[in-house]
């Protein structure tokens, strides 16, 4: 069984702090990574992708992957009340890679 | 910017009825997906779709669901006797498939079977 965990939170941060959001997953051959937001009742949205090892910065955004500890994490810089949400981390098996597994997701809160 | 959409938003049927939920993927994607959410819990894989055929289903996806492309933009999800425990959000989901997995989501179908 092909597994994404995640702390389920909530995470809470002071506005303008640095939150981080942490997945582990257990398909060693794993090949793609997301990190999507949801807000209650909406839709996954995607926030980044990563697919080597390493770090990716998009704006405020800073995804890890470190596929040896089978780790992948977000980095959220300057946190704003509009980030308060739930974090799902998304993995693409290695059979077939535009198959994701979901882990159920850490909601964080930021506080004005 | 391209987006997927969903039709309808709420869909309110009566157990053992049919339904189809309607997708439009964003317009040159060539892989298509249905996802759901119980509510409260994970997001779960239902199934994948490219060049005219399932790639791959999950066990979710049995008998009772059926998925087709009738024209070049709709794709659809049918759930032929619906069951109390269908009642869910489903998400269907499109991507590109060309070195670029990134798969974005419509907003959503929230099915209730009562």
């Known amino acids: 069984q092909k597994e994404v965990e995640q702390n389920s939170g909530p995470l809470s941060v002071p506005e303008g702090a640095i939150a981080s959001l942490n997945c582990t997953y257990s398909?060693?051959?794993?090949?793609?990574f997301f990190w999507y937001r949801q807000y209650s009742g909406k839709s996954p949205e995607l926030i980044m992708s990563i697919y080597s090892n390493g770090d990716k910065e998009d704006g405020r955004f800073t995804a890890q992957l470190n596929k040896a500890s089978q780790y992948v994490s977000l980095l959220i810089r300057d946190s704003q009340p509009s980030d308060s949400a739930t974090y799902l981390c998304a993995v693409g098996g290695k059979d077939n890679f535009n198959k994701f597994y979901f882990g159920s997701g850490t909601k964080l809160n930021v506080k004005p | 910017e391209p987006e997927v959409t969903q039709t309808p938003s709420h869909q309110v049927t009566q157990m053992g009825q049919e339904v189809i939920l309607r997708c439009v993927p964003i317009?040159?994607?060539?892989?298509f997906y249905w996802y759901r959410q119980i509510l409260g819990q994970k997001v779960e894989f239902l199934v994948s779709?490219?060049?005219?055929?399932?790639?791959?289903k999950s066990e979710i996806f049995d008998d009772q669901f059926s998925v087709e492309r009738p024209d070049g933009s709709n794709f659809t999800l049918k759930i032929r006797s619906t069951k109390l425990e269908d009642s869910a959000m489903y998400f269907c989901?499109?991507?590109?498939?060309?070195?670029?997995?990134?798969?974005?989501f419509g907003q959503g179908t929230r099915l209730t079977v009562v």
């Open positions: 317009s040159n994607h060539l892989y």
């Open positions: 989901a499109s991507s590109d498939g060309q070195g670029n997995t990134e798969a974005f």
């Open positions: 398909d060693r051959g794993s090949q793609s």
């Open positions: 779709f490219y060049n005219n055929e399932i790639s791959e």
